[in-house]
């Protein structure tokens, strides 16, 4: 079956710091999700890869997927406060029911 | 965009009665629905997919007779937590997805979780 890992697990960062939390799969990736979530609430959908290399950003956030689509990285620039929280990458796990299988999850937390 | 809306937010009850939390998908139709539990400081774990009008999908290790999903719409799902005991205690959580297809190529939209506790 299908594991995501990512890492690192936790992290803190002084405001204004660049950081970058990676995910590594197992198998081949189909599509790779982003998410953000903050303590005790849902999640936060950030960004969509599919296509081997491809780079997407939204504001400070940048996520990329590799060539070999088995990695992708979330690189966040000039880090605030408002991005401390819990990132987890997703994958459907190609088996055509839509399910998704989530990476270990990073925690953020970023110092004033 | 999509939005799925998880009521309720927050539930408090005695050891022995029945939850039910309810997903909606507010401004499209679902399909599919998935459950997810998450413990502290912990990924989420899938519980059950919810398919309308048949009967869910679990995931290895989930009790059907304990974790009662009904999919009676395209736009709800409901999760009964039947008996509940302490250790039921968790962060629940819904997503919906708006795609079609065998591959989905749209992200799954999620609730906002019931926090439940079970004393």
């Known amino acids: 079956s299908q594991e995501l890992e990512q890492s690192p697990q936790s992290l803190i960062v002084q405001e204004g710091k660049n950081l970058t939390i990676n995910c590594t799969s197992s198998k081949t990736l189909y599509g790779l999700y982003w998410y953000k979530q903050k303590y005790g609430e849902g999640l936060i959908f950030l960004m969509m890869l599919q296509k081997g290399g491809e780079e997407k950003s939204h504001e400070k956030i940048t996520a990329k997927l590799d060539e070999k689509k088995q990695q992708s990285s979330l690189h966040i620039t000039a880090s605030q406060p408002s991005h401390a929280g819990i990132y987890l990458c997703g994958a459907d796990n190609n088996s055509g029911t839509y399910k998704y299988i989530f990476g270990t999850g990073t925690r953020l937390k970023v110092l004033a | 965009g999509a939005v799925v809306s998880q009521h309720p937010s927050w539930v408090i009850c005695k050891s022995g009665t029945s939850v039910k939390i309810e997903c909606r998908s507010l401004d499209f139709q679902a399909t599919t629905m998935f459950w997810y539990r998450q413990f502290p400081k912990q990924s989420l774990m899938l519980m059950a997919t919810?398919?309308?009008?048949?009967?869910?999908?679990?995931e290895q290790g989930v009790e059907k007779d304990k974790f009662l999903i009904n999919h009676a719409s395209l736009t709800l799902s409901t999760l009964t937590v039947t008996s509940a005991h302490p250790e039921d205690s968790s962060f629940y959580i819904c997503?919906?997805?708006?795609?079609?297809?065998?591959?989905?190529?749209?992200?799954?939209?999620f609730g906002d979780g019931t926090r439940l506790s079970i004393l």
């Open positions: 919810s398919n309308e009008g048949s009967k869910a999908t679990y």
């Open positions: 997503s919906a997805n708006t795609g079609t297809g065998v591959y989905s190529n749209q992200p799954q939209h």
